[in-house]
């Protein structure tokens, strides 16, 4: 039996729970040891297309998502749409995360007649689209439910310095701690990390995928941000030491702030 994302990462961890109870060693599959599973899709528009690739995207782009997820091509899809006109960055992106392997691999035929899955108005109007295979790490969301309404998103790209199993110590150590504590303040629904599988020459290789609340969530995110870091630099040495090696372990990239783009 097929399970979505969230049910399978609910059971994820409470296998986690039952293991550690009965003494047995328990690890997270790494998903580098198969092929990727996810398809990362930006899209830029001039600034006077906006509004047709919005459209497309909110129609035939959310239609057909959800039709591939009925087929059980996709697991689960997400569309975001940059809130700002901003010439440096996407417009649109979208993550796309197959329901198997074997799913992963049907997509060339998708590829054949409707490039990166885009509807053809989105096409005609996209001045550039970046497609990355890449892989969900992590994944964690908080209980209760948030009217897409009111969800905002920030999307943080970075480039990574070190190797690819440095740079996932580092998040463990350095950036987990983190937005763990973020959910706890309750300004986060939830949190990805995914790493671009093949990140040579590309412009990140590393994406944080941030949910905040509300607006008002959002604007209390520097005194969270603040509060949490706080307490991990006086109860959590291996947090500090981490933070203050940070500059050489990534670089940032520009943010965007989203929104989640619904029927």
Partial sequence: ?????????????????LLCAAGLPATAADPRDSGPLELVVMVHVPPGQRLVLREAMQTDGLRQYAQWKREGLLDDYLVLFNRYVD????DAMVTLTFADHAAAARWKQIERTRPAGLPPAALAAASKIESAPSDLHHHRSAEGDVAAADAVYVVLPYNYLVSTNEYLQYVDTYLLPQTDGWLREGVLKSYDVHLNRYPAGRWWSSLLVLQYRSDDALGRRDAAMAKVRAELRENNPAWKAASDSKQNIREGRQYVIAERLVP
Avoid at 1 to 17: K, N
């Fill in 1 to 17: 039996m097929h399970l979505p994302r969230t049910l399978r990462t609910r059971f994820a961890g409470l296998l986690l729970l």
């Fill in 87 to 90: 010439n440096e960055n996407w």
